[in-house]
């Protein structure tokens, strides 16, 4: 069931809603979509289109893998929220072993992530807390650093093409991605020893492919660094580690994995089926989708182990280069709670209450000694503080709305008419009110901080 503008409709979009417990209920998350069509999802539903669903996760990856094994499958898109589908960095690996490390290469990642870390940890601000905006800077620089060495750790406009490369519209555009090629061309030309294009190189002697892995690589790493690490140290903060109610920071590396697994960067896909395929009585069509929504399972067992690739990468197959993204994310908040303690000042939730989504632009996290008193917003000492980083963060919200309705009064469809110009006008003074709110919201987190 569709809008009026072709998005799914409400009634037809899938809901999750949380348990007392905080538990999300399990549902399931393959869904056989003919095209052009839209079915709700849920245990309710009743039967798909196609006459099967997935009873479980390894049957949901096991139908998957045998139909991309098959070359059934098509490119995958990503879904946003608003139903719109948008490209994904194409998947590119070469073939081996080459993302188990040795323990002096582990040692050689170690000392990267380590170095780009002491700047983040000097650039907290007064209260303890971490600058948004300065985290994501240094976690792209460090991705540019571990993936293609030394010489392009300040190359920003690198990340921007990568970050442009996968737009709305369900491709790849040929245009940017050329545009990737050649930026990266020099690196790739000549690896720095000791990065991954180094390796990568090796292992695929420079073809295409490797330069393909590359983009891949960068892709994902500054991904996992910037988002994924981030909700993992939100999540250490409230007191989850392994698991809702675990604590200890000693648990870094499953923070890593819970944050990958319960708030994935690719929190639905949609893979097109190009060739009629069977498998385990599912027979799909060409010109169906399959929508793959890992969210809808809710928490899994023991027996249900978290797959970094599928988090980071849709290849259905599996993928190298996400394991290594998620590997990079495990070094970081490995690092920064060797030293630290993590102190959730915004969105507010315990660890026996996750939140169903965690937007990485939300979180609002404090460093304070790893050995000094666990300190929170609300606890003795520290009231202040909290409120002053929570009023960073929201500054930011209202610089990033000032932004966007600017954006959209410069969009030059308002031309030719007096009804677009006086829209235009609305659009910039709605803008310039947000940027002085953002101005004065930040002056007062500033004080407030101490």
């Known amino acids: 069931m569709k809008d009026a503008r072709g998005l799914p409709s409400q009634e037809a979009r899938a809901t999750v809603r949380p348990g007392r417990t905080g538990r999300r209920q399990r549902r399931d998350p393959l869904l056989i ?23 479980g996760l390894r049957t949901a990856l096991h139908l998957l893998t045998r139909a991309d094994g098959a070359g059934a499958l098509g490119a995958a898109s990503g879904l946003a929220d608003d139903g719109r589908r948008y ?13 188990e490390l040795t323990q002096d290469e582990l040692d050689g990642l170690t000392a990267q992530v380590s170095e780009q870390l002491v700047q ?45 490369a996968s737009v709305r519209g369900g491709t790849y555009e040929a245009a940017r991605a050329a545009a990737v090629r050649r930026r990266l061309e020099p690196y790739v030309a000549d690896p720095e020893p000791g990065s991954l294009a180094d390796r990568l190189t090796a292992r ?19 991904t996992a660094t910037s988002t994924s ?85 849709a290849n259905p197959s599996g993928c190298a280069v996400a394991r290594f993204a998620a ?10 709670t060797a030293g630290a303690r993590p102190v959730l000042l915004a969105p507010r939730f315990t660890a026996d209450r996750l939140p169903d989504t965690l937007d990485p632009r939300t979180v609002a996290v404090a460093l304070t000694a790893a050995d000094g008193p666990g300190a929170t917003p609300d606890g003795p000492g520290a009231p202040l503080s909290g409120y002053g980083a ?9 610089e990033r709305h000032a932004e966007t309705l600017a954006a959209c009064a410069a969009d030059t469809g308002w031309n030719g008419s007096e009804a677009g110009e006086r829209f235009r006008m609305i659009l910039l003074a709605h803008a310039d009110r947000c940027a002085r709110a953002a101005a004065d919201v930040r002056s007062a987190a500033r004080r407030l901080s101490g």
């Open 204 to 222: 695929g002697r420079g073809g295409p492919e490797t330069r393909l892995a590359v983009a891949h690589a960068l892709a994902l790493v500054s």
């Open 120 to 164: 983040v940890l000097a650039a907290r601000r007064e209260d303890g807390s971490l600058d948004q905006d300065h985290w994501r800077t240094r976690m792209l620089r460090l991705s540019r650093y571990v993936v293609l060495g030394a010489g392009a750790a300040e190359d920003t406009l690198l990340s921007e093409l990568v970050s442009s």
């Open 87 to 99: 490209a994904l960095s194409p998947h590119a690996a070469p073939a081996g072993a080459w993302d």
């Open 390 to 398: 929570r009023g960073h963060v929201g500054a930011d919200r209202l």
């Open 327 to 336: 590997l990079v994310c495990r070094a970081v908040v490995h690092y920064i």
């Open 229 to 313: 690490a981030l909700q993992a140290l939100a999540l250490l903060g409230a007191g989850a580690g392994a698991g809702a109610g675990v604590t200890g920071f000693e648990d870094a590396p499953d923070a890593v994995e819970l944050a990958l697994d319960r708030y994935p960067p690719l929190a639905a896909v949609v893979y097109p089926v190009r060739a009629p395929f069977q498998a385990d009585g599912a027979a799909l069509g060409a010109g169906e989708n399959i929508l793959y929504l890992p969210a809808l399972w809710g928490e899994r067992g023991a027996s249900e182990p978290t797959e970094a690739s599928w988090a980071l990468c």
């Open 33 to 55: 979509l003919p095209a052009g069509a839209i079915v709700r999802a849920g245990n309710d539903a009743g039967p798909c289109p196609s006459g099967t669903r997935g009873t």
